[in-house]
């Protein structure tokens, strides 16, 4: 190794995971965060890779894209899954964790880590020499931000994300819930609040016509994500649209009825002292007091106190493809890179993914080395693959799909057999890959699935 450090701007999942990529490979790394010396509008702790938006990971089943996206990264001796897998929580297939006890984690692991500095301060610009590592997240200083889009030479793109609101368990009542997971998946791991079709009808209308937080001169032409609308925005486009999205009754069954409910509302567990649950899907746009009158309406929450309510705050993100390499260094500066959903990429598994590439690929250009670009067949490569080749007049940053990796060079129609040969291609080709690499690189370990 030379004596260059990696120099990581950020301290959120993504800054954390390249961090100790970084370092697991022998490489100095300086790992800044702003915080405490300055907050965010949706930070409540200091600790790195603190979830504000979900504490949820999406799903752990290998039948899914997020799945085999978390396998690809435990194999790569991930620190966002390594702690997730120690802080989880109940939720049926998917991957929660405990939020303090995740971020926690993290920065305990973090500070544990011989050649980690990590350094409480604002970087105001990018650093002139590299290797560098911008993970500044969704919410970059205006400092950082504008150095950004000076470097970038374009407008920043932006769209805006929504936080659910978080209610205290003991508030609920237990007798109108029932648990269960859908399907069967997970056994009791949701509080699930049913409503009828006339309950629902009355929550309907009162939804659509709430009184919205004040629009801040910064939130001007909101454009939301699509896969994380406010539930009023869904609302809005017709009475069906929930009940074939977050209130959902498919694969439910209230064991007091024996019947699937009209809608129902799906609480799931926070923390893994269960004293807080999060309402899944109800990210919203709403004022606080017409939050807390309307969501009493539903069945089970008459009487929440809700620690946290909804609100809105700034996405920002670069026009990647234009921008970015598969190996997430910028094209014109090839010392620095980006990571995180700064770097274009959607959802807190999708930001650790990118940090991982983006630290190994840090690590291997102080070791003298050439980046690596992982096969577009792996889930980690077709999302490096996305974020550099797409559209550049219309991008927008994407989850982790199956649709991201190339076709099965034999077609197969039955869409469980595809998926399974879909992974089976992935983790096969990752181990491949990685074994011949040099032994400062990347390295795989045998899954245990």
């Not at 701007?9 to 100095?28: C, D, I, K, N, T």
């Not at 938006?53 to 799903?59: D, E």
């Not at 609308?229 to 069954?253: D, H, N, Q, S, Y």
């Not at 096969?375 to 490096?384: I, K, S, V, Y």
Request: glycine share 8%; proline share 6%; aromatic share 8%.
């Amino acid at each position: 190794m030379s004596d260059s450090r990696v120099v990581i701007v950020g301290g959120g999942l993504a800054g954390s995971e390249a961090a100790w990529q970084a370092a697991r490979r022998g490489a100095s790394v300086d790992l800044y965060e702003m915080r405490p010396a300055r907050s965010t509008p949706v930070h409540k702790t200091t600790d790195l890779a603190e979830l504000v938006c979900s504490n949820s990971l999406k799903s752990n089943l290998m039948d899914t894209a997020s799945g085999l996206l978390k396998e690809e990264m435990r194999r790569l001796d991930s620190l966002i899954i390594r702690v997730a897998d120690r802080a989880k929580v109940p939720a049926g297939g998917a991957l929660a964790v405990d939020r303090e006890g995740f971020a926690r984690g993290v920065t305990e692991a973090i500070a544990a880590q011989p050649g980690i500095r990590l350094i409480r301060e604002e970087i105001t610009s990018i650093p002139a020499g590299g290797p560098c590592i911008l993970a500044t997240g969704p919410l970059a200083s205006e400092a950082i931000a504008a150095s950004i889009a000076t470097f970038t030479g374009k407008d920043y793109l932006y769209f805006f994300d929504a936080i659910s609101p978080i209610i205290e368990a003991d508030t609920i009542d237990r007798e109108k819930v029932f648990g269960a997971s859908r399907y069967g998946k997970g056994g009791d791991d949701y509080l699930n609040c049913p409503l009828t079709a006339a309950e629902y009808d009355r929550f309907y209308q009162e939804l659509i016509n709430a009184a919205e937080a004040p629009t801040h001169e910064f939130e001007r032409g909101i454009a939301y994500f699509e896969g994380c609308l406010p539930i009023e925005e869904m609302a809005r486009r017709g009475r069906e649209t929930l009940l074939f999205g977050p209130m959902k009754p498919v694969g439910l069954v209230d064991p007091r009825t024996g019947r699937q409910p009209f809608a129902v509302v799906q609480l799931r567990q926070d923390t893994l002292a269960a004293d807080f649950y999060s309402m899944v899907g109800f990210q919203n746009h709403l004022k606080f007091g017409e939050q807390a009158r309307i969501f009493r309406m539903i069945p089970g929450l008459e009487r929440a106190e809700f620690p946290r309510l909804g609100q809105v705050h700034r996405n920002s993100y670069i026009n990647a493809p234009a921008i970015l390499l598969p190996t997430f260094q910028a094209r014109r500066r090839r010392d620095l890179f980006f990571a995180g959903q700064i770097s274009g990429v959607e959802g807190y598994l999708e930001s650790a993914a990118s940090g991982l590439i983006a630290g190994i690929n840090a690590a291997c250009l102080v070791d003298g080395g050439q980046p690596i670009i992982f096969p577009a067949t792996t889930a980690l490569g077709a999302l490096a693959h996305y974020v550099s080749s797409s559209d550049t007049t219309n991008y927008q940053p994407t989850n982790i799909a199956f649709g991201l990796l190339p076709p099965l060079q034999r077609p197969i129609r039955d869409k469980r057999q595809k998926k399974a040969a879909l992974v089976e291609r992935s983790l096969r080709d990752l181990e491949s890959f990685t074994a011949r690499l040099p032994a400062s690189g990347a390295t795989v370990s045998p899954g245990r699935r």
